[in-house]
């Protein structure tokens, strides 16, 4: 990216001072969880379910999204069950 003359402007360098390092480490922290939890769903959906929207119109996308999220949620709720009840 940087090549290309992009920059990241999801995390931010940590700057020389202590207090304000502090901080930002704290946000990175924060921005770190929110992150990896998004990005096991997308590669729970794009792997065990081959997600992959090819469709004409947003109408369409939407929908053949809201139902693999659908399937997602029943999918996890399931083993949710079945771990709550082997404990």
């Not at 931010?12 to 990896?36: D, E, F, T, Y």
């Not at 997308?42 to 659908?70: C, E, H």
């Amino acid at each position: 990216m940087e090549k290309q003359g992009f920059v990241s402007k999801l995390y931010r360098k940590k700057p020389h001072l202590k207090p304000m390092a502090q901080h930002i480490q704290k946000s990175n922290a924060g921005k770190s969880v929110i992150c990896s939890r998004v990005e096991h769903v997308f590669a729970d959906q794009k792997s065990q379910m081959g997600l992959f929207i090819r469709t004409v119109g947003i109408v369409r996308a939407t929908i053949s999204i809201g139902l693999v999220n659908i399937v997602y949620n029943m999918r996890r709720f399931l083993l949710l069950e079945h771990i709550n009840a082997a404990a």
